[in-house]
C-alpha cells in the first residue's frame, strides 16, 4: 500500500514536472541551475561550480540524464528521509562510460582520482552556497529560491554517485585486499562529508527563505 502511494504520488509529480518543463529537483527552485542570469558574481560561481559538478558527473557515467519519472522518485525517496538507493545499473554505467578494469590495480589509482574531483566539486558548491548567504540583504526570494534549487540538486547528484562509488568499493573486495582500498575508503568518507555538508547549505538556504517571507521567524 505504501509503495502504491508512493508510485501514485510520483506519477503526480512527474507529470508537474513535466508540465513545468523539467523543474529541478527541488519543487522550491523556480529555475533551472544555470538557466537564469545571475545578478552577483556569487551567483555566477554557485551556478559556474554546479554546472562543471553535473558535467563531471555525467561524463564518468556516475549519474546519468535523469528522466521527468526518476526525478519524481528521487525527490520522494528525498522526502522519506532515504538517501540514494545503490544501483548496480549505476556501477555498470560508470564502469563502461569510464572504461574501468576492476580486476586491474592501475584501476584503483583511476577510481580514487574520481573521487577526489567529486569531494573537490562537491566542496566548490558549498563554498558557493556559502559566499552567496554572505550576501544576504542583496539577495531577492527569488535568487534564494533558485541557489536552493541549485544546492538540492548538486546534493542529490552528489549523493548518486557517492552509492555508485559504494557499489565499485564492494565489487573491488572481490579483486583486492583490503590494504589496497583504504585509500580509497578515506576519500569515499570525504564524499560523505561534502554531501552532508550540501544538505546543511540547502537547510539553511530553506530558513533564508521562510525569514524572508516571514521576518518574524527566527
Same mark, same amino acid.
Given at each position: 500500500?505504501?509503495?502504491? *502511494? ?8 512527474? $507529470? ?9 529537483? $527541488? ?30 558527473? *555525467? ?5 546519468? @540524464? ?17 538517501? !540514494? ?13 569510464? @572504461?574501468? &578494469? ?7 589509482? *583511476? ?5 577526489? @574531483? ?11 552556497? *556559502? ?8 539577495? $531577492?526570494?527569488?535568487?534564494?529560491? &533558485? ?10 547528484? !552528489? ?7 559504494? %557499489? ?33 547549505? %540547502?537547510? @539553511? ?14
Amino acid at each position: 500500500m505504501i509503495a502504491f *502511494r508512493r508510485a501514485l504520488l510520483a506519477i503526480c509529480f512527474c $507529470s508537474l514536472a513535466s508540465a513545468c518543463a523539467s523543474a529541478p529537483i $527541488s519543487i522550491a527552485a523556480s529555475s533551472l541551475p544555470g538557466s537564469r542570469a545571475a545578478s552577483t558574481p556569487a551567483q555566477l560561481e554557485l551556478d559556474r561550480a554546479a554546472d562543471n559538478f553535473t558535467s563531471s558527473l *555525467r561524463a564518468r557515467g556516475l549519474v546519468r @540524464e535523469a528522466s521527468s519519472m526518476d526525478t519524481a522518485m528521487r525527490w520522494m525517496n528525498q522526502l522519506a528521509g532515504q538517501d !540514494a538507493e545503490t544501483d548496480a545499473s549505476g556501477l555498470t554505467l560508470y564502469v563502461e562510460t569510464a @572504461e574501468l &578494469d576492476l580486476t586491474a590495480s592501475p584501476t584503483l589509482n *583511476r577510481i580514487a582520482i574520481h573521487l577526489v @574531483e567529486t569531494w573537490q566539486g562537491a566542496a566548490a558548491i558549498d563554498a558557493a552556497s *556559502r559566499a552567496l548567504m554572505v550576501e544576504g540583504a542583496g539577495l $531577492s526570494r527569488s535568487d534564494v529560491t &533558485d541557489a536552493l534549487g541549485t544546492v538540492e540538486s548538486a546534493m542529490a547528484n !552528489a549523493q548518486t554517485a557517492q552509492s555508485v562509488f559504494d %557499489a565499485a568499493l564492494l565489487e573491488l573486495t572481490t579483486y583486492h585486499d583490503a590494504e589496497a582500498l583504504d585509500g580509497l575508503r578515506v576519500e569515499r568518507d570525504l564524499l560523505a562529508l561534502r554531501v552532508s555538508d550540501l544538505r546543511d547549505r %540547502a537547510d @539553511e538556504l530553506a530558513d533564508l527563505r521562510r525569514q524572508m517571507l516571514n521576518p518574524s521567524i527566527s
